[in-house]
């Protein structure tokens, strides 16, 4: 009888104990709920798209304000690891590399050379691809959504960064020919020696 | 027994009954207070908190399923975006195999195992409890992942390169790897206590003929644990390494191999099936003969087709990887070799149909369960043995119809038997009974609702329904069906609620059970219940393979344990013969801290491969704590 009595008083405190070890669990559980980090969408949803098209450029093109919800939104474009994965498959999928190389440049020029002709700002890179640039950049603007154009602006953004990021595109199982995109910025990249690739537009930054 | 020479050490002899379970009661209990229930390492207390959470998993693994019903209850519904719904079949499977289905079978064996073979506390008492914190680590993990919107999507198999660094971007697919690992570590562990348990804390005289069906199945299933869970601690850690590291295990452009990761993920994912299907076998053969008034039939038939199936299970991995072009040869064979498992099954369903038709069936709660079990259980028994066949399966590959397969031999198979085994052995876990009427209520509930749920996949899946689909056109002729089993599944779910509200009501408010309420056979009836911390006052001497058997009265016991120290008897692998007394440890936090290392290291390890090395140094510091000697009478032998 002893031994049973015990035993029900082991009972009560041992589940006082999960009761309140529950409790914390599930406070803290509804602490994290609301933050969501990593939010996926794979059906843009049509008002946001049609918000995200709404540039503001300067009048040369170059440069210009974001529209306010993709501040709102987190910059996703740019931060999520997902939405510069996307934007990897769609530089291989829509043919970038025929002129871009592997973002080493041809053609076209490169990414990864610290250079940006018209800004490495967002905005200048969704212009770019949106509506085409002199001498041979056309307009993806009929071939890709506008969600897309943006999802491959943040990985040739990324490609080119001047900082580090702690987010990264997914790793390409084959080789490249050009450092992982998720390398800290290299230096020795930009350092383009006596010579500077571009002598049109001055010294390097 | 031998005794000490000084005879200084107080004993076990010559002393009352009452006066013997007060010593035990101060030498085996915890502290009371939050860091006693924390360091306590009692195998019944440990296992209560592995059963209570595994089921709690249960529930919510459950209500993704039931999320996942409502998405497509109705063609182009919108209440889950696509992405959401692959993270929810994700954790639905991830959910139910690792932190649920595993899990409960190994706690169930933590809490029965030393009960039935008459021993004072499961082996290695201390990695037990280290082994739950780790579990529920893991299960932390993967939730919190979940809740944060990083959970993994890419199938509870997590093929690559699906959940490769090309097309896993962000850390789901490592969540997902280290929460593979966290559960593997709390599996390996509890399957070595078990197997240690077996073979040398046997009660004197329970040689391997007198061992309980539950414990053989128990024994069987921690060597498939043992012999199985490396592929898969291997698997993840090369897919971690892989994403993290920039190995190229699974990479076929740099040597590697993509099909590699399918045969180890297999190699370990089918003797699962059987890790968790082999304790329900164990279940059902012990249960059965309380509710049929005999002996079970056939009882050396059937731990030879316990073993059988656990040999046979390792060599059954590839009919999960029909339809990836393998050679033709290699298909036949494993074709064969699936087909050979019904023949084990087999034996085991006639061995339990013949035990109820020889004796008097008392239709209490555990015996309906268990003839769902053998009626859903042959069904999908059935339909495993069409799926064995190559041109079937790559009929129905990635169907409906191998859904409704799977689901009628692991809940079938599995969670009837798990159920029965709840109503059965809750009596002796809590002291009380579980209400019959509400006992019945759950049978029909989940019987009927888990049919009528299920069957209508095999048909979905034979009109073409694919798996992990989050919607569907209204053009296709399913939508009536997919109507029909999320609202089956509501009856399904109903049946769970009632099974819980149960299993909580009755622990305070049920009736008291005695000892040993249903005149069953087996050791752990011998003692109260619940148990006493010590669990036996004197530990059982046992002469043959029911030594309660009714009629007879008398349990002849040993004396001459120490009960100044937790003391336990060590006994030969064979005959039971005893060889020495054993200490078992005391109550330490250690395996607590070490817990948190471990787990600190590995989620850390998901970031950087440097968290290798930095994070083992606390894990180093807390097993240094774990295993300094305190001092104690515990440490002298």
């Not at chain 1, 001498?135 to 959504?145: K, L, Q, S, V």
């Not at chain 2, 529930?59 to 519904?77: D, F, K, T, V």
């Not at chain 2, 049929?292 to 590839?318: D, E, K, N």
């Amino acid at each position: 009888m002893r031994v049973q009595s015990a035993g029900a008083m082991g009972n009560k405190m041992s589940a006082r104990i999960w009761f309140g070890g529950a409790a914390a669990g599930l406070a803290a559980l509804a602490a994290v709920v609301g933050w969501m980090r990593e939010p996926r969408q794979y059906r843009a949803s049509p008002p946001l798209t049609a918000a995200l098209d709404q540039l503001r450029l300067m009048p040369n093109a170059i440069s210009g304000t974001p529209p306010e919800v993709y501040f709102a939104l987190g910059k996703p474009y740019e931060t999520t690891a997902f939405d510069l994965s996307q934007g990897k498959r769609l530089y291989s999928w829509f043919g970038c590399s025929a002129c871009h190389g592997e973002g080493t440049g041809g053609k076209g020029p490169s990414f990864i050379d610290g250079w940006w002709l018209y800004g490495p700002s967002m905005v200048s890179i969704v212009a770019s691809i949106r509506d085409g640039r002199p001498h041979g950049m056309p307009a993806f603007r009929n071939r890709m959504t506008t969600d897309e154009i943006w999802q491959l602006a943040g990985y040739i953004k990324s490609l080119g960064a001047y900082t580090a990021s702690v987010t990264a595109t997914a790793r390409n199982d084959e080789k490249t020919g050009r450092p992982a995109e998720n390398r800290a910025p290299a230096a020795l990249l930009f350092n383009q020696g006596p010579e500077p690739l571009h002598p049109d537009q001055g010294p390097t930054p | 027994m031998t005794r000490d020479q000084g005879a200084r050490v107080p004993l076990d002899v010559d002393i009352s009954d009452a006066e013997l379970e007060r010593q035990l009661k101060e030498t085996w209990s915890s502290k009371p207070g939050l860091w006693g229930a924390i360091s306590t390492v009692d195998h019944k207390v440990v296992a209560g908190r592995y059963i209570a959470t595994a089921f709690v998993f249960l529930i919510l693994g459950g209500l993704l399923a039931m999320a996942m019903r409502l998405q497509l209850s109705q063609p182009e519904a919108r209440f889950i975006n696509p992405d959401r719904y692959n993270q929810i079949f994700t954790m639905h499977g991830s959910t139910m195999m690792f932190l649920f289905a595993v899990p409960v079978m190994e706690a169930m064996a933590a809490y029965l195992v030393p009960l039935m073979v008459g021993t004072r506390n499961i082996a290695f008492p201390r990695l037990n409890a280290f082994s739950y914190w780790i579990f529920l680590f893991g299960g932390i993990l993967l939730w919190v992942a979940f809740a944060l919107d990083t959970a993994p999507d890419v199938g509870w198999f997590a093929y690559v390169p699906l959940a490769g660094p090309q097309y896993a971007p962000g850390k789901r697919a490592d969540l997902w790897a280290q929460m593979i690992t966290f559960t593997e570590v709390a599996a390996l562990a509890v399957a070595v206590e078990i197997a240690v348990t077996v073979f040398k804390q046997r009660a004197p005289g329970m040689s391997l003929d007198r061992i309980p069906v539950l414990v053989w199945a128990m024994l069987v299933m921690s060597f498939l644990v043992i012999m199985a869970m490396p592929a898969i601690m291997f698997s993840s850690t090369t897919l971690i390494l892989d994403r993290l590291v920039g190995t190229h295990f699974y990479n076929p452009a740099e040597g590697g191999d993509a099909l590699l990761w399918q045969h180890l993920f297999w190699f370990f994912g089918h003797p699962e099936v059987y890790i968790i299907f082999l304790p329900a076998v164990g279940m059902v053969s012990t249960i059965l003969p309380a509710f049929v008034g005999r002996p079970l039939f056939g009882y050396m038939l059937l731990v030879m087709a316990l073993i059988t199936t656990g040999v046979l299970s390792f060599g059954l991995w590839v009919h999960h990887m029909f339809t990836v072009g393998l050679p033709r040869v290699g298909e036949s064979f494993f074709t064969a070799s699936s087909m050979s498992i019904a023949v084990p099954a087999g034996i085991q369903i006639f061995c339990w149909l013949a035990t109820l038709w020889a004796g008097k069936p008392v239709y209490k709660t555990p015996l309906l369960f268990i003839l769902g079990f053998i009626v859903t259980f042959v069904m999908g028994g059935m339909t495993g043995v069409m799926v064995a066949s190559v041109p079937f399966d790559t009929q129905v590959h990635d169907t409906y119809f191998v859904v409704a397969h799977f689901h009628y031999v692991l809940i079938g198979g599995a969670v009837f038997p798990l159920i029965a085994a709840v109503y059965y052995w809750f009596p002796k876990m809590t002291g009380r009974m579980m209400s019959e009427r509400l006992g019945r209520w759950s049978f029909w509930l989940i019987f009927c609702g888990f049919h009528l749920t299920f069957f209508p996949m095999h048909i979905l899946g034979l009109w073409g329904m694919p798996r992990r689909i989050y919607t569907y056109q209204p053009e296709l002729p399913w939508t009536s069906l997919n109507l029909f089993v999320s609202l089956s599944a509501l009856v399904l779910a109903g049946g769970f609620l009632v099974f819980f509200v149960n299993a909580i009501r009755s622990r305070r408010n049920g009736l008291p059970a005695g000892s040993n309420p249903w005149g069953a056979a087996t050791l752990e009836w011998a003692t109260s219940s619940p148990p006493p911390p010590y669990n036996f006052r004197r530990i059982p001497v046992v002469s043959s393979l029911d030594p309660l058997t009714p009629g007879e009265n008398e349990l002849p016991v040993v004396a001459g344990l120490r009960t100044d120290r937790r003391e336990l008897l060590v006994t030969s692998v064979v005959e039971a013969l005893p060889q020495a007394r054993e200490s078992s440890t005391t109550d330490s936090v250690w395996p607590f801290w070490a817990a948190v290392a471990t787990s600190v290291m590995l989620v850390w390890s998901i970031f950087t491969p440097w968290a290798v090395v930095w994070g083992s140094i606390p894990v180093a510091i807390t097993l240094i704590g774990w295993f300094w000697p305190k001092g104690s009478p515990e440490d002298e032998s």
